[in-house]
Structure formats: C-alpha cells, structure tokens
C-alpha cells in the first residue's frame, strides 16, 4: 500500500513538473516572439528615423540655399534703390524687394508642405 501511494505520488508529482515545464516552454517561446516582434519594430522605426533625418537634412539644405538666394537679391535691390533717382524708380524697386520677399516665402511654405507630405503619410 505504502508503495502504491509512493507511486501515485511519483505519478502526480512527474504530471505536475511536466506539466509546469510546458507552461516555462510556452511562456519561452512567446517571449521570444515578442522579442522578435519588437526588434522588428525598432529596426523599422530606426530606418525611418534615418530617413526623416536625412529629409530634414536636405530640407536644412535647401532653405539654406533659398535664404542666401533671397538676401542677395534683396542686397541687389537695395544696391538699385540707393541708385534710384526718381520717386517712382524707388517704387518700382519697392515693388521688387516685395516680390522677392513674396518669392522666398512662398517657397519656405512650399518645402514645408513638400516635407509634411513626404513624411507625414
């Protein structure tokens, strides 16, 4: 009888350590899974990342390039407005010096818009 229960206990105690293996095992695998999934997840957000670094780079760049632009057509229209003789030359000038200015705004919106919708999708 002794034996009987020791082997039952045996039985039981070797179902429940099986048993409680298997769950350690699933819990394993899931993690890993997981792991998986979120090195996944970081490598796509490090390339994106790089690319929204590399955009704004050549953004940086191109606004750069448009501001020089802009101020030196706005120190050529100044160099034309301090040659001015008339009043309406200085107009015309002014009229001028607005339109750049127009220009270059126009064009910082435009690579505002073009951004936002490169990388904003």
């Known amino acids: 009888m002794v034996k009987t229960i020791a082997a039952v206990l045996v039985v039981v105690s ?3 350590f099986g048993y409680h293996q298997g769950q350690n095992q ?3 695998e899931n993690a890993r899974l997981e792991i998986s999934a979120l090195k996944t997840a970081l ?3 490090q ?3 790089a690319r929204l670094s590399s955009s704004l780079t050549s ?3 191109a606004e750069s390039r448009a501001r020089d632009d802009a101020d030196r057509v706005r120190g050529e229209l100044e160099e034309l407005e301090h040659r001015a003789k ?3 030359d200085r107009e015309r000038n002014r009229c001028l010096r607005l339109a750049a200015e127009g ?3 126009l064009q910082e919106a435009r690579r505002a ?3 936002c919708q490169a990388n904003h999708k």
Request: aromatic share 12%.
């Open 26 to 28: 699933e819990e394993l």
């Open 103 to 105: 220009k270059r705004l």
């Open 59 to 61: 953004l940086r760049a």
């Open 113 to 115: 818009i073009e951004f």
């Open 47 to 49: 390339a994106e990342q």
């Open 14 to 16: 070797a179902y429940f």
């Open 86 to 88: 008339t009043d309406a």
């Open 43 to 45: 490598e796509k957000q």
